[in-house]
Structures are given as C-alpha cells and as structure tokens.
C-alpha cells in the first residue's frame, strides 16, 4: 500500500495500553542482587583510585616539568585511560568472589545473579515477518 487513508479506535491509553505497561514494569526494581552490589562496592573504589591518581599524576608532572597545562591534561588523560582498562577487572573480581563464595556452598547457584526480572513480563506484541 503506497497512499491511502485510515481510521484508528484508540481503546487504551496511558498505564492501561500494552507500552504503559511495559514502561511500568521496567520501572519497577526490586533490591539489588549480591552480584550487582558487588559490583556498585567495586565500582566506587574504583572511582575512588581514580580519584586519588589523577591529581597526584598532576602534581607530580607540574612539579618535575613546570609546565601546569600539560600536566592537567596528561592527568586527564590517565583518569580518561584508567576507566576502560579497570572496567573488565571490575566484571572479573565480581564474578571470581561469587565463584568462590559458591564453591564454598554459601549459597544457591542462582541466587545471587542478577535476573531479567525487568523482561519477564514483556510478550511479543507484533508479528515479525510481513504477511503475504
């Protein structure tokens, strides 16, 4: 169909259509898993680090070459740097210590993962091949 016109009934509206539905329910968060926890502890001391070496990078540069500006944007590249190379740490400690706290047997296998709590409601509401 290239032109023509159409008339629409709009039944629902707001909380009560099928998208009013899906955005509350993505809206809804239960407490935090052990897992996501440990990754927001990890996280800020992460950021914390962060924190403590870009300005130290810059007075220590400021102090041996004289030259501030350079010594600001040096310490801005490293703390720019530092994010992505402590990002996959941060994945990895998370999921070592829930490995060993599991070999221990603290808990379930499943109990402390994060879940898709926030997709389980969802179904397929429109076709996904054209009908012929």
């Avoid at 924190?51 to 130290?56: R, S």
């Avoid at 102090?63 to 402590?86: H, I, N, R, S, Y």
């Avoid at 070999?103 to 969802?122: F, H, I, L, Q, V």
């Amino acid at each position: 169909m290239f032109s023509g016109t159409a008339t629409a009934v709009v039944a629902l509206t707001g909380d009560r259509a099928v998208f009013g539905h899906i955005a509350e329910s993505i809206a809804v968060r239960g407490p935090p898993s052990d897992f996501e926890a440990g990754l927001s502890r990890i996280a800020r001391l992460l950021l914390a680090i962060i924190a403590v070496m870009a300005p130290l990078v810059f007075l220590i540069n400021w102090l041996t070459k004289g030259d501030w500006f350079g010594a600001l944007l040096f310490a801005m590249a490293v703390g720019v740097g530092l994010v992505p190379e402590m990002l996959p740490m941060l994945v990895t400690v998370n999921l070592a210590r829930r490995a060993l706290a599991m070999s221990r047997g603290a808990r379930s296998s499943s109990s402390g993962w994060p879940r898709s709590r926030t997709w389980a409601p969802w179904t397929p509401s429109a076709r996904t091949r054209p009908t012929r």
